[in-house]
């Protein structure tokens, strides 16, 4: 499967080892003087030992990988004592891991191991929260990348003035950064949109983003375009997507954004419904309609 998992650069590793204590997850070992991944297996694909390397070797990049696993995780990590794995069940809890989370539990329970969970189970905070509190890394991964859920509030703050409310209510927006785990695209209506629609279109948040969960893309200048079949057919398939609605400009390049959709819900075994929306230069709503 192609997921989102670390790549490290051997050249510019200095071995330090900065990474390896912050892998919660035990996937980096130094070896030789430099870090490596020992395993798949273990790699969340979160990020958090991004930001512990002071060299910059490491990233995130899409590419076959295996799927992470939870239940591995926890057999490796669980004799290394309780404050390594409460530190690693807080990671998964931090970034909104929630299935994983209750994986990481379960094996606590099942195995009846002396750790206690109590300060995971706190229900007095939001299941998605935007702001994350980060413990036993320094980093806590890319922020650009960490994925984050808005709760919009109900009543506005009195005298502040607001032009326009917006909708957004998740981070990241570009589809290479999101991924098909995110909590916040199950059972969701994704709007699939051409990066200068939201430039154009005057009411892009009050009407065709309100409700909905943001990818954006460009056809024409974003690489790897087939790592967007995939990540979509996930989407579909795993996160159980609601709708799709694709909203691409009228020149002849952003029709290739309608295309990757087509053949991800030709190619997902789960069949939702396809919307298209199709955007004028200057702004107007040239065709809306379902595919």
């Known amino acids: 499967m192609k997921r ?12 330090c080892g900065l990474c390896v204590s912050g892998c919660h997850e035990g996937a980096l070992q130094l070896i030789n003087g430099k870090a490596v991944m020992i395993s798949e297996l273990y790699c969340d694909g979160l990020g958090a030992c991004i930001g512990d390397c002071p060299v910059g070797a490491i990233e995130l990049e899409e590419r076959e990988a295996e799927a992470y696993d939870e239940v591995a995780v926890m057999e490796r990590i669980s004799s290394k004592g309780e404050k390594v794995v409460l530190a690693h069940l807080k990671h998964l809890k931090d970034h909104d891991q929630h299935e994983f989370l209750q994986q990481g539990i379960d094996y606590i329970k099942k195995n009846n191991l002396p750790i206690s969970i109590d300060s995971l189970m706190d229900k007095s905070k939001p299941v998605f929260a935007g702001h994350h509190e980060h413990a036993g890394h320094h980093g806590g991964g890319c922020p650009g990348s960490q994925a984050k859920f808005f709760a919009k509030p109900d009543i506005k703050p009195a005298g502040v003035q607001y032009a326009s409310q917006s909708e957004l209510q998740q981070w990241p927006v570009q589809l290479h950064l999101l ?8 059972n969701a209506d994704l709007l699939l949109a051409a990066d200068c629609t939201a430039f154009s279109v005057g009411d892009f948040h009050s009407t065709h983003l309100k409700g909905k969960r943001l990818a954006i893309a460009c056809p024409k200048l974003d690489t790897n375009k087939e790592v967007y079949i995939d990540k ?9 997507l609601n709708t799709l609605t694709v909203m691409i400009m009228e020149v002849p390049c952003c029709g290739g954004l309608l295309q990757i959709a087509q053949m991800a819900t030709a190619q997902a075994s789960r069949k939702i419904p396809l919307k298209l929306v199709v955007v004028g230069l200057q702004g107007n709503i040239i065709k809306e309609e379902w595919a």
């Open 4 to 15: 989102t998992i670390i790549k490290i650069d051997e050249e510019l590793c200095n071995g």
């Open 179 to 186: 991924s098909p785990m995110a909590p916040y695209l199950t």
């Open 232 to 240: 979509l057919v996930a989407m579909i398939n795993d996160a159980k």
